[in-house]
């Protein structure tokens, strides 16, 4: 196995949910379990009984055959997940202006709003549909100051599939404006400790079809919330 891999099946055997780790990578890939049930000549409903926690922890050569196939099935269809994963290794996202965590298992924007006691702020009708893989707080002011355009990339981990969660922000409107003139843009965005929303903020936010929330929460206690699941 390359690092990726070793990766990927270190933390399937270190979850305390393997089933749900694996369904995390196979969701991550976009894999659907018919496709890999096929690849790997096994049933979907022996899938769904590991992802569902139904069976056994999977040893260690069943996890070697999922990660295997998770990364032949992406190098057939193009390579662009294995690509984006290796670029945005999470060894180069140490930076202290801001702090990425990945999910164990994917929940639902309603989930992630409520878990922060966050107000939502524009876009409610998306919350229920999207599945968030993990979370970046930012330091707003440090990252709009310091942070350059090739950086950008590195804020989102191994996936875009995630929440943007703003501290230190007076308006609301820099970090909407970053977002909106970047070529990636986070599922959904969290702005902490801020009253009143910037029009503009909300206006982008609509154009982008991003839900934009409101917490009252400080760091250390959204990652005590997050940071277990």
Known sequence: MD??????????ALSESPGSTMKKWRELFGISQIELAKYLKISTSTISDYEGNRRASPGVGIIKRLVNALVTIDQQKGGEVIRNLEKFNKEDTKAPFYFIHDFSAPISGTDFARLIDAKIV????????????GYTLIDSLRVILEI?????????????????VFDQVSTG???????????????????QNLDQVDKLAIKIAQIEKIPLLTTKLGSDEVKMRLNNI
């Open 122 to 133: 524009a876009n409610p009708g998306y919350l229920d549909s999207m599945k968030l893989f």
């Open 148 to 164: 350059s355009p090739n950086e950008y990339p590195k804020l989102f981990g191994t996936t875009n599939e995630r929440a943007f």
């Open 173 to 191: 409107r820099s970090p909407m404006v970053v977002i909106r003139v970047a070529p990636i843009k986070p599922r959904l965005v969290v702005i």
């Open 3 to 12: 690092s990726l891999q070793e990766r990927i099946a270190g933390e399937i």
